[in-house]
């Protein structure tokens, strides 16, 4: 049978294979790698494309067993879902020891925002603004994760998205190409560092290439469309940025672009990423995603779909076993050149030696270094220090921060839940040990000053400790409730349509509300919700997303004002789902809102068209005015730079960090352009009544785009310059940029 599926395949495929086209060739390429390459086995070679889960955990839908036999065989020469280092230790020494050549096993998991310490989620992260510390965050997951034995994170998701319904939204950087990128470029550099074979780095992996985050309807897996105009200018940015920073592997996607499985596609992986950004890794699949080509209706079963995704440019199959079945028989069959196997291992094997397992296959089984890094007090306190960074308060009428020994009602199950702290992919990270943001409270606050009580929980319509909840409040001062998502609701295959606070949340906060005590929401989700009513009912929102480990404390850390918060949105909140996708960088149209009844314009009859929070918004306990904006010159030279200057000014009582934000729009173009493109940032911390002006250096790269020839660069004309501390509240100035 699987002759007869080789020789269909034989007369459709051939023609197909490598499709005339060039991929970069590798550069600095150690001599041990083609001595190996040389005397490999087709099956040995193969083995190297093939990364199986280990039963230690599971991040997908199958698991292959006897994978150790594989191992030993040379036809498995990676593993995921692995770690500690005696479970590495041991796998790796079957590698070396048991198999004909020894050749060490990489090893892959989900350090996606923490290892055994979980930092806040990387939605959450983003909206620090702080890239060092995003760099920190990211070096200090790579230390725990290396330490336990891994030398491989599935991380940074990088994937840009305009729409919440899509649960993913939480492990990326927002909807901005221009930070997603800068933010895509630190956390490389962090999971990185400056050599690979240090035993506390990992290599990194930018995912998932590419267009994941612009599913249909926002449904997890749905179908991508989009023009090439619109993939290049706002979804491919962060990729390349990470490929930049030096990532050696990328991962494929699982949605389909311009028709084609992107597991499949020769334009992304070869033309793009292997020719167009010169890429020196490996691509390794999402998880059976060559296998889910034939459900795409691509392929007529696994075996073609191995043979498209390999001559697309696809070096190694994740989970799938479609390689580890069906490419030795592809190649003795002709249908796939041994030359293209070569290719993916000598890529493959290049890395292992970039990470320094050949020259020692046990560099990250170090029992005494896991001892010492993993859970390093250290790092809890970098993810106390990153979480309360990320938060972002949205509403605050005076009622925060809370004085401590105020007496306190503390209401929500979320509110002493640990395990929500963390997010979804938790990766080592366990929740025993942790507090829960009640703990928390009462820790600090003392707890004769807490009265809580579970009011209602994070799902569902049970009402009956609604009374309990009402008796807290009246024996309080003031209320802080806790609410949100559970942590399995978003991530992977959680998207949903009604992307309001669930449950019997809001109507029990209403009802506390309405008692006239001041109320603080803590709100735990990962990605922006609907909040319309809730900002009415509140008096202060802090958003948290999931904060990590110490995400309790740092919560703390904040409602008791002994940390001012900083953090501002990274992706816009709208009021309705019905506004989705929504995003700061839309077009004009023919047909803008002016004034506030016009009818025939670009206008919905039942909302506003602007969001709930915008991007790049986020209060803080003090207050900022920026002044005084102006540019070196009315005109810009082709080639030359001009200055804008802003004056920004604490005018509160407290000392904060605010970030300053540069906005340009090109009036007119060849194609229309969006009415604001965030194009340079920086973050201050002003002491009361301070003043510090802020420059930037606008230079043409700011202005360049696609035009409409597919070319990049700029076009002469005017341009409008916008700075402030929120996409939606902006001085602006002008320019024209002139040959
Ligand atoms: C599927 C997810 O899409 C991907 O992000 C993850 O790295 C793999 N599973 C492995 O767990």
Not at 186 to 196: E, H, N, P, S
Not at 553 to 565: K, Q, R, S
Request: aromatic share 10%.
């Amino acid at each position: 049978m699987k002759r007869l599926v080789l020789f269909v395949l034989a007369s459709a495929l051939i023609v197909t294979s490598c499709g005339g086209r060039q991929e970069s060739d590798l550069k600095n390429v150690d001599p041990r790698v083609d001595s190996l390459l040389n005397i490999m086995t087709l099956d040995e070679k193969i083995g190297q494309m093939v990364l199986f889960t280990s039963d230690w955990d599971v991040t997908g839908p199958t698991i292959r067993e006897g994978y150790l036999d594989d191992i030993r065989s040379g036809r498995c020469g990676n593993v995921f879902n692995a770690y500690t280092v005696d479970y590495i230790r041991e796998l790796q020494r079957v590698a070396v020891e048991e198999s004909r050549l020894g050749i060490p096993l990489m090893f892959g998991y989900d350090v996606v925002h923490g290892h055994k310490t979980i930092f806040p989620i990387a939605l959450g992260e983003s909206c620090s603004w702080d890239l060092d510390l995003m760099r920190r965050s990211a070096a200090a997951s790579a230390a725990e994760a290396a330490a336990s034995g891994l030398n491989w994170t599935f991380a940074p998701m990088v994937d840009i998205s305009v729409d919440p319904r899509w649960g993913r939204v939480s492990e990326g950087a927002g909807e901005d190409p221009y930070l997603g990128s800068l933010i895509a470029e630190a956390r490389v550099k962090g999971f990185q560092g400056d050599d690979l074979a240090d035993p506390l780095t990992v290599l990194a992996c930018v995912k998932h290439f590419a267009a994941y985050g612009a599913p249909v309807a926002g449904r997890d897996y749905n179908t991508v469309d989009m023009s090439e105009r619109q993939f290049r200018e706002f979804y491919l940015p962060p990729y390349k940025a990470g490929v930049n920073a030096g990532a050696l592997s990328v991962m494929t996607a699982f949605n389909e672009y311009d028709g084609v499985p992107a597991t499949g596609n020769a334009y992304l992986l070869k033309d793009i990423l292997k020719g167009e950004w010169n890429f020196q890794g490996f691509v390794v699949t999402d998880y059976t995603s060559i296998n889910e080509m034939v459900h795409h209706g691509y392929a007529r079963n696994d075996a073609e779909a191995g043979v498209k995704a390999v001559n697309a440019g696809v070096d190694m199959d994740l989970q799938g076993e479609v390689y580890f079945t069906y490419l030795r028989g592809l190649v003795e069959s002709g249908i796939v050149s041994e030359r293209t196997i070569d290719e993916a291992v000598r890529r493959i094997l290049n890395v292992k030696e970039k990470l320094g397992l050949f020259d020692n296959p046990y560099l990250y089984c170090d029992s005494a270094r896991e001892k010492e890094v993993v859970s390093d007090p250290e790092i809890k306190a970098l993810s106390r220090e990153v979480a309360r960074k990320s938060m972002v308060l949205l509403k605050n009428n005076g009622c925060l921060p809370f004085d401590r020994g105020d007496r306190i009602a503390v209401i929500g199950e979320l509110a002493a839940s640990r395990r929500d702290l963390l997010g979804s992919w938790k990766a080592a990270g366990e929740w025993d040990d942790m507090s829960s943001i009640l703990d928390a409270v009462r820790a600090y606050n003392g707890p004769a000053n807490v009265i809580y009580a579970e009011g209602c929980r994070k799902m569902g319509d049970d009402r009956s400790g609604y009374a309990a909840a009402m008796d807290a409040v009246n024996k309080a001062d003031k209320v802080l409730m806790v609410i949100g998502e559970d942590w399995d609701w978003s991530g992977e295959a959680a998207s949903r349509t009604d992307i309001g606070v669930p449950g019997v949340q809001s109507e029990l906060l209403r009802l506390i509300a309405s008692t006239g005590k001041p109320v603080a929401v803590v709100l735990l989700n990962g990605r922006p919700l609907v909040l319309e009513e809730e900002s009415k009912d509140a008096d202060a929102i802090l958003e948290a997303w999931y904060p990590g480990t110490m995400g309790a404390e740092a919560v703390t850390d904040v409602i008791f004002g002994l940390y001012n918060p900083s953090g501002k949105l990274t992706m816009t909140f709208p009021r309705n789902v019905g506004q989705v996708p929504i995003f700061y960088y839309e077009k004009n149209t023919g047909r803008p809102i002016y004034l506030p009844s016009e009818k025939y314009k670009s206008r919905y009859l039942d909302s506003p068209n602007d969001p709930l929070y915008p991007f790049g918004y986020g209060l803080s306990y003090t207050q900022f005015k920026y002044s005084d904006l102006t540019l070196s010159s009315s005109e810009m030279k082709k080639g030359s730079t001009i200055e804008a200057q802003v004056t920004v000014t604490n005018t509160g009582k407290w000392a904060g960090e605010e970030t300053v934000q540069l906005y340009i729009r090109d009036m007119v173009g060849s194609v229309t352009r969006p009415v604001k493109l965030l194009k340079g940032f920086e973050k201050v911390i002003l002491a009361p009544g301070e003043s510090r002006k802020i420059k930037f250096v606008i230079d043409e790269d700011m202005l360049a785009f696609w035009r409409h020839d597919m070319t990049f660069g700029t076009e002469d004309g005017d341009f409008r310059v916008m700075v402030g501390g929120s996409s939606s509240d902006l001085l602006q100035t002008a320019f024209s940029l002139v040959p």
